[in-house]
């Protein structure tokens, strides 16, 4: 299925909103709230790659199939079933796995062949999505991995501590500010309360 104009992407992320768990890698210098959502199921991750590759410019754009190909060493057309040039012998390199082997009977299939031509067994990856897998399960966060509980207290306090320490002016704490996460903010005040 295609749409125009990114729609089937809009269409995937608001699908799996819901799923996985928050991701914000923003290097040390940005303060911002941009979230990413990823999938935790393999399955969704593979499907992310395909639909990206699928709406690459190079994808939509149809191109006429070559008929030879140019070797970069010497600039020599080549037939393009050659693995090497005659005139230089530089190596050609060997394109992508065109056959996918049955994991069943173990004969060859076509990379996008959805079942086995041989004894039918199917290629789609089977899982099972629970309730409980879909709800978030806390946050990676610039490397650090914050549980559930954690993450809701600093949702709560991190407007006000944010206030806070930008109006204090400090730019010691500004630089704490920009480092540590938000979502941080709840584990640090444990430490803090602890000594």
Not at 35 to 40: A, F, H, I, K
């Amino acid at each position: 299925m295609r749409l125009p104009g990114g729609q089937m992407l809009q269409s995937i992320k608001s699908a799996i909103a819901a799923i996985g768990r928050v991701v914000r890698t923003a290097g040390h210098d940005d303060d911002t709230r941009a979230y990413v959502l990823m999938p935790s199921f393999e399955t969704f991750e593979v499907f992310t790659r395909r639909v990206e590759n699928d709406m690459s410019l190079a994808a939509r754009v149809p191109s006429g199939e070559p008929k030879s190909k140019r070797c970069p060493a010497c600039a020599r057309e080549c037939a393009l079933g050659e693995r090497s040039c005659a005139e230089c012998g530089h190596e050609f390199p060997v394109g992508p796995q065109r056959l996918k082997p049955c994991g069943g009977c173990g004969a060859l299939n076509p990379v996008t062949a959805t079942a086995c031509h041989a004894c039918g067994d199917s290629f789609a990856q089977n899982f099972t999505l629970t309730l409980d897998e879909a709800l978030r399960a806390g946050a990676i966060v610039r490397g650090m991995d914050i549980d559930e509980n954690e993450v809701l207290v600093a949702e709560e306090i991190a407007p006000a501590v944010r206030n806070l320490i930008l109006r204090s002016g400090d730019s010691k704490l500004v630089k704490i500010l920009q480092t540590l996460p938000d979502e941080s903010w709840a584990r640090l005040r444990k430490i803090l309360v602890a000594q």
